[in-house]
């Protein structure tokens, strides 16, 4: 009998060849399995075959890394390995270096690798950032000096006021209002009136002094020029608001002394005024639009350079001419004989006597008596023609006039003269309307 000894060994065999195509040289770059060089020492048992891992749609796909270390191309082989070089499985991953602790020189790819050494920049590089900030600097200071050249000198207070009297010589109203703050009514600072001033009186020889102690926001700048050969003398006050725009504070005259003058249509270099107003250095002759009316005192044409010659004007008044004021004594006795002629308790010139006593008599309507008397008639001749307002005018002189009637009584008629009462009213006459006529107050 033959006798089978205790756990027998099975007898040893050679692995299977890997199946697939044969290895390509050392030079190819292409993946190649790792072999181990043949040995006459029995192996043990192989391993059972593991499924091979594939790649959807059935190609193989890449093996897993043994260790978690890829293979590396040109390393020297291991005790056991094939001599042919081994490619990577991934482009750009470093070969095995001997010498180099651990085999594995540092790579960027691989968690904890320490960062490659950064390089400097090059001489071009450097010249181009360098020059590219200088370019920076030269547009930001062109941008700054370019506008002030095309702007030119900054502009002063004093050039500010010989740019205004400049632009009111030339008669351009536009032009001068830029130097100046209107605050009010413009009606009078216009072309025409401008050009009317010019007519009256050219400004002329305009001599500004240059201030050069101003401070930043004021200056007093004072000048000499002319209007219509009169040398006038004056400071302007001019003040900055930045920027240098400097404006002129007290460039316009107020004109505010035309009260009075309501409705008799009054004028100033042929523009109807308003009751206040502003105006340019400059002659202006004011004229009114009723004919019966003049200004008071004869004045009409006036040299306006300041506020003090502006004070003038607010004490003009209207007055009658003298053909105004025979016209209205002509409407008043023409009113006066119409009344008087009337045998009517009342009249529209007054004269009533409606209520008047007559020691108990009732005044019977129709049988007044009224005669003026020669007094009357001289008070008439020269009768007081005052201007009340704007276009009317009055009188306050009293005017004779004898009147009787007779009274009743329960029938007996008696006589009566009046001593007291039937008063003329005060005549009034406003010239404004297209046909005068008297109303009696």
Avoid at 164 to 172: I, K
Avoid at 273 to 300: N, R, S
Avoid at 370 to 387: I, K, M, N, P
Wanted: aromatic share 8%.
């Amino acid at each position: 009998m033959t006798e089978t000894p205790e756990n027998p060994q099975p007898t040893p065999t050679p692995a299977p060849a890997p199946s697939g195509p044969p290895a390509p040289d050392a030079g190819d770059h292409a993946f190649s399995p790792v072999t181990s060089s043949a040995s006459t020492e029995p192996s043990a048992p192989a391993a059972p075959a593991q499924p091979a891992f594939m790649a959807p749609g059935g190609a193989p796909a890449p093996q897993p890394y043994q260790d978690g270390l890829p293979p590396y191309a040109g390393a020297a082989a291991y005790p056991g390995a094939a001599s042919d070089p081994i490619v990577p499985a991934f482009p750009n991953v470093p070969a095995y270096d001997p010498n180099v602790p651990g085999g594995v020189p540092p790579y960027g790819g691989y968690p904890g690798a320490a960062p490659a050494p950064k390089k400097g920049l090059s001489k071009g590089a450097l010249f181009g950032i360098i020059g590219g900030a200088i370019a920076v600097v030269l547009i930001i200071a062109a941008a700054i000096i370019v506008p002030a050249a095309l702007r030119g000198p900054a502009v002063t207070a004093s050039d500010v006021v010989e740019n205004y009297l400049t632009a009111l010589s030339e008669g351009d109203a536009e032009a001068a209002l830029e130097y100046v703050d209107p605050y009010g009514e413009e009606a009078l600072l216009t072309d025409d009136v401008l050009a009317a001033s010019l007519e009256l009186g050219a400004i002329e020889d305009i001599e500004v002094t240059e201030v050069t102690d101003s401070d930043e926001y004021e200056a007093t700048v004072p000048v000499t020029f002319t209007i219509g050969g009169e040398q006038i003398s004056r400071d302007f006050q001019v003040y900055s608001y930045g920027d240098d725009e400097w404006q002129i504070a007290d460039g316009l005259i107020s004109v505010a002394g035309f009260y009075g003058f309501e409705g008799l249509g009054l004028t100033v270099n042929g523009v109807e005024a308003p009751e206040t107003a502003y105006v340019f250095p400059g002659t202006y002759e004011l004229a009114v639009g009723v004919e019966q009316f003049t200004i008071e005192g004869d004045a009409t044409t006036f040299v306006v350079a300041s506020d003090a010659d502006a004070e003038v004007l607010w004490d003009l008044r209207p007055t009658l001419t003298d053909e105004g004021a025979a016209q209205f004594r002509t409407l008043v006795r023409a009113s006066v004989e119409e009344c008087v002629a009337m045998k009517t308790l009342t009249t529209p010139c007054g004269m009533d006597l409606t209520d008047i006593d007559l020691d108990g008599h009732a005044p019977v309507e129709g049988t007044v008596t009224r005669t003026l008397t020669a007094e009357g008639q001289a008070t008439l001749d020269s009768l007081t023609a005052e201007v009340s307002s704007g276009s009317i005018v009055t009188s306050y002189d009293t005017i004779d006039v004898d009147m009787t009637l007779q009274g009743d009584q329960g029938g007996a008629i008696s006589e009566f003269e009046v001593w007291f009462g039937g008063y003329l009213g005060s005549p009034k006459v406003d010239f404004a309307d297209e046909s005068p006529a008297v109303v009696w107050e």
